[in-house]
T-cell receptor, first 114, second 113 residues
């Protein structure tokens, strides 16, 4: 099993450009999440999904969009990149989102907006 | 609402010394508590979790954590640090009725030879 796979690993964007961060998992997990990690701030939830066709906002959704057309894929879209979106982005998944479940994380995408 | 506070963004320990990472939480419901570890250039991995079965929880790589309700704490310890323990450690809390984790700011551990 590959687990949770994120692409690309690194990306530099110019202000105003758009891009999609890809995330796919092969564990048949229903729940998927997008987090951003900023130094000293821990991880902040951007969006999450409880199943194909269902998405919801997390703590910091502004400037981002997501879709969930399949169980496996959960792409994150940045429409107009801003310097404040410079961060490390992690995708994660879990089976059913139960309180005691662990999350499986991808290896992250380091994004710089200049 | 729930929150997590990790005291100390950086901790430096000598190889063989005790590792102690502090985590305090707030939660309006009995919490589920987790410690995750992030090695350089990798995603987070679960170290251990508390789910009310026992207050002392043992995890991987010799780590353990003790849930103290009266102190709203879930500190992580390891008796003897190894060079491979150099990483960033995150405490996280999830309320029983919710399905979203709230993370602390993280503590980066440096192990000196």
């Amino acid at each position: 099993n590959a687990g949770v796979t994120q692409t690309p690993k690194f990306r530099i964007l110019k202000i105003g450009q758009s891009m999609t961060l890809q995330c796919t998992q092969d564990m048949n997990h229903n729940y998927m999440y997008w987090y951003r990690q900023d130094p000293g701030m821990g991880l902040k939830l951007i969006y999450y999904s409880v199943g194909a066709g269902i998405t919801d906002k997390g703590e910091v959704p502004n400037g981002y969009n997501v879709s969930r057309s399949t169980t496996e894929d959960f792409p994150l879209r940045l429409e107009l990149a801003a310097p404040s979106q410079t961060s490390v982005y992690f995708c994660a998944s879990s089976i059913e989102g139960q309180p005691n479940e662990k999350l499986f994380f991808g290896s992250g995408t380091q994004l710089s907006v200049l | 609402a729930q929150s997590v506070t990790q005291l100390g963004s950086h901790v430096s320990v000598s190889e063989g010394a005790l590792v102690l990472l502090r985590c305090n939480y707030s939660s309006s419901v009995p919490p589920y508590l987790f410690w995750y570890v992030q090695y350089p250039n990798q995603g987070l991995q679960l170290l251990l979790k508390y789910t009310s079965a026992a207050t002392l929880v043992k995890g991987i790589n010799g780590f353990e954590a003790e849930f103290k309700k009266s102190e709203t704490s879930f500190h992580l310890t390891k008796p003897s640090a190894h060079m491979s323990d150099a990483a960033e450690y995150f405490c996280a809390v999830r309320g029983a009725a919710g399905n979203k984790l709230t993370f602390g700011g993280g503590t980066r551990v440096l192990v000196k030879p």
